[in-house]
Structure formats: structure tokens, C-alpha cells
């Protein structure tokens, strides 16, 4: 039995949450701690197992875990898949940005964030580890580099907005993580991290154990809730704030329990209003029973 990788509470406050790891071993397990409730992978890959499946598996990885909403296949369509990412994270966004801002997206992926984020004015900077992404990213004409090390031998200078969007639950040391990127901002300056958040009803409120066998992800080191994430912006002595969000929506959740499948957001649009999918997500928001936080800090 381990010991909590974030609090280090000893082997009596930990207990398994997730037997079945997608795209794990037998051996793989997902801990729930008592004490910051954290829950994270145990026993977790090796740095060499880790760097080999960003490099060869990653975008195979989640092509096979993204139903048929997004496309994987290639950047062009990435783009064009997620372009309702984007409006929705403009929502919460809007309130923080302002035209002329030093950006940087960590985790760009396609870039599709970053296009919008040059489209409003701002000065951006992608890091993006896929090659393929990362060509494609300059072939659009971004400033992009590989990792943070690179990116810091080339430009020295600091940041009013760090934003990452479904990257904090793949990083191994989140407070290591936290320190190098608050250490990037300008006075004044903010992170807005998006992190999927472990209230999803999916899987606290709807019983499917077909979402069970497929939340739990080799990819993740740790999966967040309200309470965990504050444990460590708390310990780091940064000022934030957490905020409900919810990605997916009642033709999703509906498809899940009926086909036991990722999918069909949006299936029934024709049948569900707006206003009711918009009641929906706002009473799980409002419950924190949704998919996703979006955490805010301030320097
Ligand atoms: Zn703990």
C-alpha cells in the first residue's frame, strides 16, 4: 500500500478508488487519500515509460478514448473538432483577458486555443510536446516550443496569463509544476487552469460501470477535486479561486447510461432545448457534480 503522493498521509488514510485503470495493468490502481483527498495512480509510470508514451501512443491514446466527437487523426481536423471548446472556454475566460496581454498556453495541442487568443490581440506562446502538433503550430505561423526548458532558453521574459487546459492532472509534481509556472508570471499576473474534476456525475452520481472502466486513465497521475486542489494552492500560499464547470451534456450522460459509450453530445438537440441543457449543467454546477474546475490564481 502507498503512502499519499500529495500529503504523504501514511497507508491507513489510503484506500482504492479505481480498480480498473484504462490502458493500465492489472497492478495499476487509482488511490483515494482521507486526509487532502487526492486521488492518484499507484504504483505511477517511470520517467522513461512516460516519455516513451507521449512520444509513440498519446494521440493513438486518445483517438481510442474520444468516441466520435473529436478527431485526433490530424491537426487540420483537431482544429476544426474542437472549435466548440472554444467558445465555451471563452466564457470564462472573457472576464481575465485583455487585447495586447503576454500569453502562454501550455499544452496547445492543434493550437486551436492560441488561434482565437491571436485573433483577439494577444501576443501568444504555445509549449507543445506532440511533434506533429508542434510543426503544425509554426506552420500556422505561432511561436511554439517543445517544453518549458527550450522555451526559456529563447525568451527569458514573463507573462500576464498562463493558461493550460487538461494538462495539470498529466503532470507528475504538481507542485513543482505550480512554483515553475506562478515563478513565469508578471506581478499582477494569473494562471487559469482547466482540470478535469473528479465530482463528475458519471461517476459520483450515475452508476455505469462502463464509464468506470474507462474515466480511470494511465494517462492522469491524479485526478482533482475541490477539496484536493485546494490542499495544494493552499500549502503553495497563492490566492485563488475555483470555478464550477461542465463540459458534457445531458445526450452525453444519456448516451452513456443507454450504450455504455463516449459520445453524442448534442444527440438530442433537436428534442432538448438549450434552456434545458443549460438548467442542467447549471444545477450540477451549482451542486459541484460537474466534470470540470477551472482554477484561477493570482499573483
Ligand atoms: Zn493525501
Redesign the pocket.
Known sequence: MPE??????DES?QSIKAAVVYGGKDYHNFWF??????IYLFPFLSIKDEAFFYKKEFEKFMDSRSGSDRDWSGAEEHVKTNQDQVSRRWNFLEPYVKKEMDILEIGCSSGFMMNKFREFGMNCTGIEPSGEFLAFLKKNGHRAFPGLKTMKQDMPEKFDLIVHFFVLEHIRDPFDFFKETYAMLKPGGRIIAEVPCANDPLTSMYTIPEFEKFYWSIAHHYYYNPE?IS?ILEKLGYEYELIPEQRYDLSNHMTWMMEGKPGGQGKYDQIFSRQLNEKYMDDLKSKWVCDTMVVVIDK
Open positions: 499519499c503522493r500529495i500529503c504523504g498521509a488514510y487519500c482521507q486526509e487532502c483527498k487526492i484536493s490542499y
